[in-house]
């Protein structure tokens, strides 16, 4: 999905690529090949927008492929989050794992997946990303349930278990997991020995869950920034219009015609 002329895809390879993970392996399903295509070079293109004295369209087109080195494995089946993270095991070679999920935005003037990696260098295990949501909207998230007596108003939170969509009511915090996870190596054997769930998908959240009860450690860096969520139709719209605001060639046109625009509807 491209916010204004970019695709959300590359926004997280970015995001990726300025906390220094280098090599970015993307998990296609069947046919999704022109993902790949768009982080490849394209040299008749390329040699056209030369020929052309072109050099902001020729910078624009590299600079999705030059952010990593790029690796990528095909899920034949959907099978789940957990089954498209266990594709990974070889890429990752027996390190931590970071796993980004482009409908989750993270604006690049804000701070988490930085973070994330250091809380995972300094204390191992698994690493989350979270946001404190209004207790009406947790049922939408994965939930996560803090250690006793754990500051929830803290930076960095100590987890105990993790609960999926639960009703408002019954939730154990408001703080619900964001796409961006650090895993360790572990999660590969864990996956092995996570059971399909409904719709005969294999839930990453179950086997996090799981190595959380073997006592594995498990940290949630709750985020205050600023998140899109392009999942969502409405939050999408508004991720555009946010980000479209801030671009570098249309921003100042596009603030003031929607000033105009919106002055119209009152």
């Known amino acids: 999905m491209p916010i204004v002329s970019t695709p959300a895809l590359e926004f997280v390879v970015a995001e990726a690529s300025n906390n220094g993970v280098s090599d970015v392996l993307v998990v296609l399903s069947k046919g999704k090949t022109a993902i790949a295509d768009y982080f490849a070079p394209d040299p008749d293109l390329e040699s056209a927008l030369q020929e052309k004295g072109d050099e902001a369209g020729l910078a624009s087109i590299r600079r999705a492929g030059q952010l990593a080195t790029f690796h990528y494995v095909e899920q034949l089946e959907p099978r789940g989050l957990g089954d ?24 690049d003037t804000d701070e988490l997946l ?53 009703d408002p009511q019954d939730a154990p915090s408001t703080l619900a997991l964001i796409g961006r996870y ?30 959380a009860h073997d006592g594995v450690p498990v940290h949630g860096v709750v985020f205050r920034g600023r998140r899109y ?8 719209v508004k991720a555009v219009v946010q980000l ?23």
């Open 84 to 107: 498209a993270v266990a594709h990974g095991q070889q890429f990752s070679a027996g390190e931590p794992l970071v796993v980004l999920l482009p409908d989750d935005l993270i604006d």
């Open 244 to 266: 479209a605001g801030r671009h570098p060639e249309i921003g100042r046109d596009f603030t003031a015609w929607l000033r105009e625009y919106v002055s119209g509807l009152a």
């Open 114 to 166: 930085g973070t994330m990696i250091d809380v995972q260098a300094e204390r191992g295990g698994i690493v989350l990303g979270l946001i404190d949501v209004p207790r009406a909207e947790i049922r939408k998230y994965g939930c996560a349930v803090p250690a006793p007596g754990a500051d929830l108003s803290a930076d960095v939170v100590a987890l105990v278990d993790l609960v999926e969509k639960p």
């Open 229 to 236: 969520d392009t999942g969502d139709r409405l939050e999408y």
């Open 182 to 211: 650090v895993l360790p190596p572990e999660i590969f054997d864990a996956l092995r020995g996570t059971k399909p769930g409904a719709g005969g998908e294999i839930q990453l959240t179950d086997a996090m869950r799981q190595l």
